[in-house]
Each structure stands twice: as structure tokens, then as C-alpha cells.
T-cell receptor
Framework: DQQVKQNSPSLSVQEGRISILNCDYT??????FLWYKKYPAEGPTFLIS?????DKNEDGRFTVFLNKSAKHLSLHIVPSQPGDSAVYFC??????????????FGQGTTLQVKP | EAQVTQNPRYLITVTGKKLTVTCSQN?????MSWYRQDPGLGLRQIYY???????DKGDVPEGYKVSRKEKRNFPLILESPSPNQTSLYFC????????????FGDGTRLSIL
């Protein structure tokens, strides 16, 4: 049972345009969401996060939107750059409500930004 | 330099031969965790530790053991490895709760024949 789903395995966009990566979740107890980026042969690196008390968080070119009623979050990258080409994972936790320490990841979306 | 170090980076071994993957962090982080990455399944949490001597199961703990005797180290033990444990493994650490970003090691690729 996949509690966090990234239904698009891959996404290709042109340099300078917007990249939108989507993530859906099923567990209404999740209260913290994170995005990680992963290059080949490296470990994932933290990108941006959002608490369930917010619906938007912005950091430079990266913005995460949370729609709790739809149990959906998205990562927007504007403008996209070739260096953004990587695998993106969304992750969710119920840390605030249960402090269990469990973190659930989606399957990942491979983003390719073409020059 | 702040880092999470995993060893070995690559290992090919045979079924049933006990192995340990070490993980060490130099950031004095309380929280540490192990994940495996498999095609189409993303990252799945194996075990995590909220602090020294405190460990708990993640989503896929079967066939694995961990220990947290010191704050900096969190080894992953496969007592009797099987081919379905062939995977890419990542160790991660963070300060405090899961709202804090996790720092990941570069991964250990295990092949169990």
C-alpha cells in the first residue's frame, strides 16, 4: 500500500520553463512534507519542506504547494535549469502528531531539463 | 565537513554470509535512519533511531538488524542475506524530528548472489 505516490515516473521540460512535480498521499495523519533531489551516484539532498499548517513555502526558484483537502502537493521550479535534472522524491511524515520517526517516500520522478 | 559516511560503497556477497554496513555521522545528530532504494519503489525506510539505544522499525525491517550504541554510529546488519536484499542502501541523519532535513550518505550497493 503506497501511502505516498508520485504518478509520473519522468518529466521533460525546456530550460527556462516551469517544472511541476506532483505527489499524492493517502494518510491524513501526515503533517510534514519534504522534497529531496537525487543525482546519480549520490545520496538524496534536501530541497524544501512544508508543514501542514501552511499551503505554500517558497525558497528561491523552488515553491512547494500543499492542498490538504485533495491530499496533494506539488513542487514548482521556475525557471528550470539543466542542473535541475535529477530524480525528485517527495516524502511525508506524521512527526507532529505521533512523533514516530517514520518517513514515507514516493517512488520518485526523473526530471530532465533540456538546454 | 559535515557528512554521513557509509562503508562499504559496493559489496558483492553470497546468500547466508553475515554482513554489516557501517554508517557514521559527524554532526552530533540525534536521528538516524536506513533506507533501501529499489526501481519503481522509491526509498523505503528499514529502521530508524531517535537517539542512542532507541531504535524502531520502518516499513521494511524484515531480515535486518540495527544498533545505536553511540550517537555517531548506526550500523545495518544482515544476519543471513538473501537475494531479495540486493539493493541500494542509504543511511541518513538529522537533528531532532523529521521536520529537520536529513543528510544522506552516498549509498551502498549490495549484491547478494
Amino acid at each position: 500500500d503506497q501511502q505516498v505516490k508520485q504518478n509520473s515516473p519522468s518529466l521533460s521540460v525546456q530550460e527556462g520553463r516551469i517544472s511541476i512535480l506532483n505527489c499524492d498521499y493517502t494518510n491524513s495523519m501526515f503533517d510534514y512534507f519534504l522534497w529531496y533531489k537525487k543525482y546519480p551516484a549520490e545520496g538524496p539532498t534536501f530541497l524544501i519542506s512544508i508543514s501542514s499548517i501552511k499551503d505554500k513555502n517558497e525558497d528561491g526558484r523552488f515553491t512547494v504547494f500543499l492542498n490538504k483537502s485533495a491530499k496533494h502537493l506539488s513542487l514548482h521550479i521556475v525557471p528550470s535549469q539543466p542542473g535541475d535534472s535529477a530524480v525528485y522524491f517527495c516524502a511525508a511524515s506524521a512527526d507532529g502528531s505521533s512523533n514516530t520517526g517514520k518517513l514515507i517516500f514516493g517512488q520518485g520522478t526523473t526530471l530532465q531539463v533540456k538546454p | 565537513e559535515a557528512q554521513v559516511t557509509q562503508n562499504p560503497r559496493y559489496l558483492i556477497t553470497v546468500t547466508g554470509k553475515k554482513l554489516t554496513v557501517t554508517c557514521s555521522q559527524n554532526m552530533n545528530h540525534e536521528y538516524m535512519s536506513w533506507y533501501r532504494q529499489d526501481p519503481g519503489l522509491g526509498l523505503r525506510q528499514i529502521y530508524y533511531s531517535m537517539n542512542v539505544e532507541v531504535t524502531d522499525k520502518g516499513d521494511v525491517p524484515e531480515g535486518y538488524k540495527v544498533s545505536r550504541k553511540e550517537k555517531r554510529n548506526f550500523p545495518l546488519i544482515l544476519e543471513s542475506p538473501s537475494p531479495n536484499q540486493t539493493s541500494l542502501y542509504f543511511c541518513a541523519s538529522s537533528r531532532g524530528g523529521l521536520g529537520q532535513p536529513q543528510h544522506f550518505g552516498d549509498g551502498t550497493r549490495l549484491s547478494i548472489l
